[in-house]
């Protein structure tokens, strides 16, 4: 089947501006995550949804980022007022779900970011 | 705050070689331990993972080894073929009643002279 779809592939924006980032998880996973890979660097973790519900949005960087799921498919991650450091590529993964931390989670390919 | 080390950060090996990449974590409630294999302009993907009360695990030429004392785990990549240049992270999750949280590690690019 499909596997995890992100749009828009590439987002060049002016700082200042707002951003929506969204994710498609593959059908049937319950479990969505946000990740945040600056250039070079490892993955940082932002948050997750099991269903529609985020039970913990510390990893968020700033008040500026908010994510949101409805009808446990689609995801969006808002960030508003965007600053030069926001550039990045922002990865979303599906699994079946969250009660536990092995289950196989599938990546998308990723929206590059960047902010002028 | 807590962190996933990796070494080495970039990696040349000659085909046929063997490639090793280590991680240490810090916290010791982690219980479960992935490797992503990651090829430009696509998202990671799931390579080989471990559970701490294993010592080692082996899939096909994918090995990793665990040593919960030490608090680090390794992948060892056999027989390293061209195909194998990609950038790999180490991961550390867990899941408890405080929720889901995983670290990754900076990465490693690993390139396999042909």
């Known amino acids: 089947g499909a596997g995890v779809s992100q749009s828009p592939s590439n987002k060049v924006t002016e700082k200042g501006k707002d951003v929506e980032l969204r994710c498609d998880p593959i059908?049937?996973?319950?479990?969505l995550y946000w990740y945040r890979q600056s250039l070079g660097q490892g993955l940082e973790f932002l948050i997750y949804f099991q269903g529609n519900s985020a039970p913990d949005k510390s990893g968020l960087p700033s008040d500026r980022f908010s994510a949101e799921r409805t009808g446990g498919s689609v995801s969006t991650l808002t960030i508003q007022r965007t600053q030069q450091e926001d550039s990045a590529v922002y990865l979303c993964a599906s699994s079946l779900e969250v009660w536990t931390s092995a289950d196989t989670q599938y990546f998308g390919p990723g929206t590059r970011l960047t902010v002028l | 705050q807590q962190q996933v080390k990796q070494s080495p950060q970039s990696l040349i090996v000659q085909k046929g070689g063997i490639s090793i990449i280590n991680c240490a974590y810090e916290?010791?409630?982690?219980?479960?331990f992935p490797w992503y294999q990651q090829f430009p302009g696509k998202g990671p993907a799931l390579l080989i993972a471990i559970r701490p009360d294993v010592s080692e695990k082996k899939e096909g030429r994918f090995t990793i080894s665990f040593n919960k004392s030490a608090k680090q785990f390794s992948l060892h990549i056999m027989d390293s073929q061209p195909g194998d240049s990609a950038t790999y992270f180490c991961?550390?999750?867990?899941?408890?009643?405080?929720?889901?949280?995983?670290?990754f590690g900076a990465g490693t690019r690993l390139f396999v002279k042909a």
């Open positions: 059908s049937g996973h319950t479990a």
């Open positions: 916290n010791t409630a982690f219980d479960y």
């Open positions: 991961a550390a999750s867990i899941y408890s009643t405080g929720g889901f949280k995983t670290i």
